[in-house]
């Protein structure tokens, strides 16, 4: 490991001289080219960037001047230089490199603007894999680490927010200040970072590596919350580069500000809505603390929303409410007529979001779309010490995927209600019990350490606002290890229930269902939420 040289302490002001500047997004660029020119920083710039600059009448050098050496290799090769190199690392107050830089022709550059080839978009879009590859920089990274590294001379900045704050203090006092070379060198670093954690997840996508040696993430910061989960605990919340549709994408039309709490649970009951096609039927989800208190579809969206807010009308309060279609004015009273945190729907027309207007601390979100259940993907979490990576959860059921274990078989509409329930079922914390009949939750049952309090908690929930199980269909999210919670479920009033199967108590739970009438399928697919 090299040992740190015993440098001079960095100035705390630099007055730049000098400015490279290489973008791939030109947004801001040319005003940001006239201030330096303004504050007497000369411009360097390479290809597309100095030919802009240029046209807008600024004086500016080719880095090829500096180098001596042409752009060659379709670009690949141009800033890759010890002129390059030297005038952005060079310790300016230390004697040894003073001497090299003179010694070798080497200017200082006080000032770098890089913002990288858009590899980020290029693989949003869908680009083939050698556009994916012609799109990873390599030039742009080393200048950006290189200059990061002599934050104690050299600005570096990476967005145009970033050179805008460089030239605020420009105008101010004539110079750059440490502070500020250190924050946006520590900016440079994360931006790097990120960039090649997007390169890298998508290498280990193309060549189908499920389990890479080194595993990254990274995201750009969203918003910083007054706190987290509890008041006690700080909080911030990223989105990736390319984000799935859902919470992080949403644009808020109205209310207070996100909590860690409303956007966890905002994501939970947007995700669960996704499951139902809107050109199927409206449906709405009612979600408390990352749990559905309600789910149904409708014969209009307004109509889903009662159906809904009847499962629980208690936990409804202070809730989450989901929905698959366009909010419309009608529902939109309905929803206001209760105490509500967020309500996030791909749409909103102005009259409802007219109506919202007089509640104004009520979160109104759209995202212009709904994510797509069936989508491959990841999700994490953190574990102490590292952290848990596991594909997301794409179960997609259909009639023909259920195995009839029971001598009663069910009825077209027992089928319709157990998938249902079954898709419920996978948005609910386990232990997970749900019962529905015609579209409708009527009562569910979550987080449980064992399956027959599930049950139970669930039919307890449907007494308690009078909604009869009877003829009800069952999920369970789970195999049922024995017959007890089976039984909870019958005397319930169910008439179906659908479940993985593949506990070694499966033909006595069999054999329990057929005493009792029940008809039960197995779908050999377990939906566990932790």
């Not at 929905?323 to 009608?330: M, Y």
């Amino acid at each position: 490991m090299p040992a740190a040289p015993n440098f001079p302490p960095a100035p705390d002001r630099v007055v730049p001289k000098r400015a490279l500047i290489s973008v791939s997004d030109k947004t801001g660029l040319i005003e940001a080219a006239k201030a330096l020119a303004a504050a007497g920083v000369e411009l360097v710039s390479t290809g597309g960037t100095r030919a802009a600059i240029a046209d807008a009448g600024l004086a500016v050098k080719d880095v090829s001047e500096l180098t001596g050496f042409p752009e060659m290799m379709d670009g690949r090769v141009k800033t890759l230089h010890p002129i390059v190199h030297g005038g952005l690392l060079g310790v300016r107050d230390a004697a040894e490199h003073a001497k090299a830089m003179a010694d070798h022709g080497i200017g200082a550059i006080d000032i770098v603007y890089v913002n990288l080839y858009p590899f980020e978009a290029t693989v949003a879009k869908g680009g083939t894999f050698e556009d994916c590859v012609e799109n990873i920089d390599i030039g742009g990274p080393a200048m950006v680490r290189s200059a990061a590294k002599n934050h104690g001379y050299v600005a570096i900045c990476t967005e145009i927010a970033d050179l805008e704050e460089v030239l605020a203090e420009l105008k101010e006092a004539g110079s750059t200040s440490l502070a500020l070379r250190k924050t946006l060198a520590a900016r440079a670093y994360a931006r790097t970072a990120s960039y090649d954690a997007a390169i890298s997840a998508w290498f280990a996508q193309a060549l189908g590596e499920e389990a890479p040696r080194r595993k990254a993430y990274a995201g750009e910061l969203v918003q910083t919350m007054r706190y987290g989960e509890n008041p006690h605990q700080k909080a911030s919340f990223y989105r990736f580069a390319n984000p799935r549709i859902g919470v992080a994408t949403a644009k808020q039309l109205q209310g207070k500000e996100l909590s860690y709490n409303n956007i966890n649970d905002t994501d939970a009951a947007y995700e669960l809505i996704a499951e139902f096609d809107p050109k199927a039927a409206p449906a709405c989800a009612i979600i408390k603390h990352a749990n559905p208190c309600g789910v149904a579809t409708g014969a209009s969206l307004a109509e889903a929303y009662e159906r809904a807010l009847a499962c629980d009308p208690t936990s409804a309060f202070g809730g989450i409410v989901a929905l698959n279609s366009k909010l419309d004015a009608a529902t939109a009273a309905k929803v206001l007529e209760v105490f509500t945190e967020v309500v996030i729907a791909p749409d909103a027309d102005e009259e409802a979001v007219a109506l919202f207007r007089k509640k104004k601390n009520v979160r109104l979100l759209t995202t212009g779309g709904l994510p797509d259940p069936h989508a491959a993907g990841d999700t994490f979490r953190s574990v102490a010490g590292g952290f848990l990576v596991q594909s997301r959860d794409t179960a997609n059921l259909t009639a023909a995927d259920l195995k009839v274990v029971t001598k009663r078989a069910p009825t077209d509409e027992e089928v319709r209600d157990m998938l249902f329930a079954f898709t419920i079922a996978k948005h609910v914390k386990s232990n997970a019990i749900v019962y529905a009949r015609n579209g409708q939750t009527l009562g569910v049952g979550a987080g449980q350490m064992n399956r027959k309090d599930s049950a139970r908690i669930a039919a307890l929930r449907a007494a308690d606002f009078g909604l009869d199980l009877k003829g009800s269909a069952c999920a369970s999210e789970a195999f049922f290890p024995f017959p007890d919670g089976l039984l909870q479920a019958a005397d319930a009033g169910c008439t179906a229930v659908i479940q993985p199967g593949g506990s070694i108590g499966d033909d006595k739970v069999i054999e329990a269902a057929d005493e009792r009438g029940i008809a039960m399928v197995f779908t050999g697919v377990r939906v566990f939420r932790h």
